[in-house]
C-alpha cells in the first residue's frame, strides 16, 4: 500500500502564498500522475492542478497565473505553490497519486488525508 502525507495548510491573507506539500511511501515501483484537488463547503471536489511524468501540467482556469504545481520524482513528493490567494481558495485540498506496485500492476489512484486552506483577512 502507500501512504500520502499532505502538509502546509493553513491561514492565510488574501493576496498571501501558501505551499503544499505530499509525500508518497511505501511499496512504489513507479508514479505516474500527481495532482492536486480542492473542496469547498457545499461543493465538489474539483481538480485544481496535475502534473504527469512526461512533465506536462494543467490547471483549473481559476488558479492560471497564481498556482504552479512541480514534483521530485526522487523524493515522491508533489507540491502546490499558492500565490495571490483569494478567498474563494478556501477548502480542503487533497493530493491525488497514480501508482503502480509492480512493473506489471495497473496504476492506482490514492487520495491524502486533506490540509485545510483558509484565505481570510
Known amino acids: 500500500q502507500v501512504q500520502l502525507v499532505e502538509s502546509g495548510g493553513g491561514l492565510v491573507q488574501p493576496g498571501g502564498s501558501l505551499r503544499l506539500s505530499c509525500a508518497a511511501s511505501g511499496s512504489i515501483f513507479s508514479i505516474n500522475g500527481m495532482g492536486w484537488y480542492r473542496q469547498a463547503p457545499g461543493k465538489q471536489r474539483e481538480l485544481v492542478a496535475v502534473?504527469?511524468?512526461?512533465?506536462?501540467?494543467n490547471y483549473v482556469d481559476s488558479v492560471k497565473g497564481r498556482f504552479t504545481i512541480s514534483r521530485d520524482n526522487a523524493k515522491k513528493t508533489v507540491y502546490l505553490q499558492m500565490n495571490s490567494l483569494k478567498t474563494e481558495d478556501t477548502a480542503v485540498y487533497y493530493c491525488n497519486v497514480e501508482w503502480r506496485q509492480y512493473s506489471w500492476s495497473s496504476y492506482i489512484k490514492s487520495w491524502g488525508q486533506g490540509t485545510q486552506v483558509t484565505v481570510s483577512s
Open positions: 502534473t504527469t511524468s512526461g512533465g506536462t501540467s
